[in-house]
């Protein structure tokens, strides 16, 4: 039950856990970073298990119920955040509090963004949440919805044995992190930014883009995985190839290195798709 590889699975699951507590301390980066470690031990467990040939259906189970929580949970409670953030970003600075000048006034934001819902939801407090815009948060929690089914169906689908039908709970989990990172690296400046920008982080937007990303959890997507094959020399030189960009195009761009990345990723799974197919024919 406790072998190494079902402990590296855990660690997953407190990942996602301590991602959630950092949302509601406003700590929306942090909260990020802990679903990018839970990523690592999500791939470091199973490496573990196939070369320690500890494999098991308990350890199947134990990985799917930690995914639910740090790549469907987790990405959950940031969108939860950021569409709260949202109701008002245009105006982020507008009313800046003389008090948070020695804090950190981002983290300062979003935790006083949450405190202002909830009075609004459950205390019929007057404020910028009222009204139906109160409920729009609420659309964030399609992602772990839907992850649970995407989940359950990726343990009895026997067709996803080495490669991906819909956008795996993980790379869904990483696409959001974008959101968090991006305000939080650029929230001073917030005024400043291109009007598209303030489009995309638009509250109506944010939950428009939560139903679309959970949606796309369960569409039959084709996309490929990354573990190596053995005998497929091309196949694993474009893997390491596009591994080896991801780290540099990271240090080049730090957070827009996540939609680059992402796209080169979609790119190289509709290659991988056309060529198998053309294979198979």
Known sequence: ??????????????????????????????????????????????FVARSLKLESKMGKELDSLSDLITFGAAPGFLMFFMILIGIEQPYLLENFDKRAANIHYENYYVFNQFIHWVQAFFYDFPNNFN??????????????????????????????????????????????????LYFQENMMNWNTQFESIHILFDCYSLAIICVLLSIALIVPIPLMSMKLEGGNKIENTLKIALILISLITIFIFTVLAIPIIITLYFILSTYHYFKTSKNEI
Request: hydrophobic share 55%.
């Open 131 to 180: 009204a139906s815009i109160k409920y729009l948060p609420f659309a964030a929690f399609s992602i772990p919805f839907l992850s649970l089914f995407r989940l359950a169906h990726f343990n009895v689908d026997t067709k996803q044995g080495k490669n991906f039908i819909g956008v795996p709970t993980p790379l869904n989990a990483i696409i959001i992190c974008f959101f968090p």
């Open 1 to 46: 039950m406790f072998n190494l590889a079902n402990i590296i699975t855990s660690c997953n699951l407190v990942c996602g856990l301590i991602s959630i507590a950092f949302c509601f301390a406003g700590q929306l980066d942090l909260a990020a970073y802990c679903i990018f470690l839970g990523a690592l031990f999500d791939f470091a467990d199973g």
